[in-house]
């Protein structure tokens, strides 16, 4: 005996299925225009990249030459249009370079950045991740070292223990503001606050991209007197 379902219920079901046939459009669409952007970027050619795109998140999964491959490839994705999120599953290729060949060249890149040749750092590799640490006097060169890490073949991860210029949080809170103005970053629909508790910021609120939730955070790091950042960051429409 045939079975009559309710028209609403029918029509539900219609509507879910061409939803989710939407859905997976839109993914295949995203998943495509990221190889495209990867496969046109020079500073990338030598690795192998996948792309899997599920519910607006991308997940990028193979293997890069070098660490800064990796970051290059992440940060393009999120500054794809239409993704949510990106999660990197990528793999750095060692190269067959140990910890101590790794150490040696971060250690003679540093000594011939002027900038950091004269700051008593300290460099240490484990498996691939390399460790500095030590007193820098302006925050933002953090990222100059971080460029250096990542440049080393062999380098599979870095881990930030820079200190810079103490602060109190009232005049963290003040240069965050500035560097979180609205004309340092992407235009959102609620912005990003912050809030501070020992040197620790704590960003909330809403931007349009991924990408944007990341520029805030580095923009963060690069404030004399913070020492670290949680990220509560959401991005939505």
Same mark, same amino acid.
């Given at each position: 005996?045939?079975?009559?379902?309710?028209?609403?219920?029918?029509?539900?079901?219609?509507?879910?299925?061409?939803?989710?046939?939407?859905?997976?459009?839109?993914?295949?669409?995203?998943?495509?225009?990221?190889?495209?952007?990867?496969?046109?970027?020079?500073?990338?050619?030598?690795?192998?990249?996948?792309?899997?795109?599920?519910?607006?998140?991308?997940?990028?999964?193979?293997?890069?030459?070098?660490?800064?491959?990796?970051?290059?490839?992440?940060?393009?994705?999120?500054?794809?249009?239409?993704?949510?999120?990106?999660?990197?599953?990528?793999?750095?290729?060692?190269?067959?370079?140990?910890?101590?060949?790794?150490?040696?060249?971060?250690?003679?890149?540093?000594?011939? %950045? *002027?900038?950091?040749? !004269?700051?008593? /750092?300290?460099?240490?590799?484990?498996? =691939? $991740?390399?460790? +500095?640490? #030590?007193?820098?006097?302006?925050?933002?060169?953090?990222?100059?070292?971080?460029?250096?890490?990542?440049?080393?073949?062999?380098?599979?991860?870095?881990?930030?223990?820079?200190?810079?210029?103490?602060?109190?949080?009232?005049?963290?809170?003040?240069?965050?503001?500035?560097?979180?103005?609205?004309?340092?970053?992407?235009?959102?629909?609620?912005?990003?606050?912050?809030?501070?508790?020992?040197?620790?910021?704590?960003?909330?609120?809403? %931007? *349009?991209?991924?990408? !944007?939730?990341? /520029?805030?955070?580095?923009?963060?790091? =690069? $404030?004399?007197? +913070?020492? #670290?950042?949680?990220?509560?960051?959401?991005?939505?429409?």
């Amino acid at each position: 005996m045939l079975r009559r379902w309710p028209v609403s219920i029918v029509v539900l079901a219609l509507l879910v299925a061409a939803a989710s046939t939407a859905a997976i459009a839109d993914d295949a669409e995203l998943a495509a225009r990221l190889s495209e952007r990867l496969n046109a970027s020079a500073d990338l050619d030598g690795g192998s990249i996948d792309v899997a795109v599920h519910d607006g998140v991308a997940v990028l999964s193979g293997t890069v030459p070098r660490l800064d491959a990796s970051w290059l490839a992440r940060d393009l994705a999120e500054q794809t249009p239409g993704l949510r999120d990106v999660k990197d599953r990528l793999t750095v290729d060692r190269r067959g370079r140990g910890d101590d060949d790794v150490r040696a060249e971060v250690v003679s890149k540093l000594r011939n %950045v *002027p900038e950091l040749a !004269a700051l008593d /750092l300290s460099v240490g590799v484990r498996d =691939g $991740v390399v460790t +500095v640490g #030590g007193a820098i006097p302006d925050a933002r060169l953090r990222f100059t070292v971080r460029e250096i890490v990542g440049s080393v073949a062999g380098a599979v991860g870095w881990a930030d223990r820079l200190a810079s210029p103490a602060a109190d949080d009232d005049a963290i809170r003040l240069a965050v503001r500035s560097v979180l103005d609205a004309r340092a970053l992407p235009p959102g629909p609620g912005g990003v606050d912050a809030s501070v508790d020992g040197g620790i910021v704590t960003l909330s609120g809403t %931007v *349009p991209t991924p990408w !944007a939730r990341t /520029l805030a955070e580095r923009r963060v790091l =690069g $404030v004399n007197g +913070v020492r #670290g950042v949680v990220d509560r960051i959401e991005v939505g429409p």
